[in-house]
């Protein structure tokens, strides 16, 4: 079983800039897709941002384009998102999450049904 572990949440000013972490174990990384997802309370979790086993193939939801980067580290096991100019809107739960088998992978990645594990999440509060 993959376990995923997401660090780096907080409370930020709108404008303002976080790092989260993904740290994976139990699972060999580098044959996982991996995305981002968030959830606000009484939302639908939604996709945010994927990047392809070799890190070769990136999506990201156009709300958080030219603001946020996904990267991955297949030697440290990790997956990044850095998260710029933070609107109050961004407020979330943060989930990392690993899926494989995606074969339209530009389509399949941004679905949360085609990933198997996920972490606890991390709580992001963008203050005005």
């Known amino acids: 079983q993959v376990q995923l572990v997401e660090s780096g949440g907080g409370l930020v000013q709108a404008g303002g800039s976080l790092r989260l972490s993904c740290a994976a174990s139990g699972g060999t990384f580098s044959r996982y897709t991996m995305g981002w997802f968030r959830q606000a309370p009484g939302k639908e979790r939604e996709f945010v941002a994927s990047i392809s086993r070799a890190g070769g193939s990136r999506t990201q939801a156009d709300s958080v384009k030219g603001r946020f980067t996904i990267s991955r580290d297949n030697v440290k096991n990790t997956v990044i998102l850095q998260m710029n100019s933070l609107k109050p809107e961004d407020t979330a739960v943060y989930y990392c999450?690993?899926?494989?088998?995606?074969?339209?992978?530009?389509?399949?990645?941004?679905?949360?049904?085609?990933?198997?594990?996920w972490g606890q999440g991390t709580q992001v509060t963008v203050s005005s």
């Open positions: 999450a690993a899926g494989q088998g995606m074969t339209n992978w530009a389509l399949d990645s941004t679905r949360k049904y085609n990933y198997a594990y």
